[in-house]
């Protein structure tokens, strides 16, 4: 498991270069290894299970317990199930390249949230809010 900093950089490569089509499992794959952080950093091992046939959306669930608020991000993870799904789908190069944007953006939401949390055990209890990390800051 690489440093979420490298995860970043990695984003922002993908951002910058234009991800497309075939960036998508990578990105579903970053995505897995932003939860998988989380798991580990509550003691656990990251399941290798699969939720409705996506690794991702099995972190999710066991990022999630005894811990609500972070099912903030649990919709975060749906779409970029949902983007990956349609850029399976998708023939046409423009729509292709909307759907690969969306998930480069959904992973780094996903991303910043789990860092976040990572620092603020409360962030996500008011629909992903970064105000205790702004609060802080200031």
Known sequence: ??????IEARLDALESAGATATDATELLALSEEVLEHWVSARGEAPTADRREGFRLLALHRQGCRDVPSFNACRETCRELVYHYNLL???TDAAAAARH?????????????????????????????????????AG
């Not at 498991?1 to 490298?6: E, S």
């Open 1 to 6: 498991m690489r440093p979420l900093a490298d």
């Open 88 to 90: 399976g789908l998708e």
């Open 100 to 136: 690969a944007r969306m998930m480069v953006l959904l992973a780094r939401h996903l991303h910043l949230f789990v860092a976040g949390k990572m620092q603020v055990e409360q962030l996500g209890e008011f629909c992903c809010s970064s105000r205790p990390l702004r609060q802080e």
